[in-house]
């Protein structure tokens, strides 16, 4: 039995506990969706859990990174597969389960059951 993989909030906070070279090393190591997820899931639950908006600032500044422009318009041009059908799309085109980052088709949004 393998290990649930982290949920975004988990995968924020182990970057968020990482010095700024190791922050920047591991956040290239995430896949598109994964990067993708954390910066709308601290757009979605600022208030909730990072009320200083540290974690926000963070995951920000790691985007700025590639380039020195905000990569995330870019990074939604990839292409990746369903997780359901196995047929690929734009990223900008798949939903991602903010749990177990599951990539899903419009056909299949409502199939991830972690």
């Not at 924020?12 to 990067?35: C, G, H, T």
């Not at 985007?63 to 690929?88: F, I, S």
Request: hydrophobic residues 40%; charged residues 25%; proline residues 4%.
């Amino acid at each position: 039995m393998t290990d649930a993989p982290p949920s975004v909030l988990q995968t924020i906070r182990d970057l968020a506990s990482l010095d700024d070279a190791a922050r920047m090393a591991a956040f290239r190591r995430l896949s598109a969706a994964e990067k993708i997820a954390a910066k709308l899931w601290i757009y979605a639950q600022r208030e909730r859990f990072d009320p200083q908006g540290r974690l926000g600032a963070m995951v920000a500044a790691l985007w700025q990174t590639h380039g020195g422009k905000d990569a995330y318009w870019d990074v939604l041009g990839e292409r990746d597969r369903c997780g359901e059908c196995g047929q690929t799309f734009r990223l900008e085109n798949l939903a991602i389960c903010p749990n177990c980052f599951r990539l899903t088709c419009y056909r299949h949004r409502h199939t991830c059951a972690c």
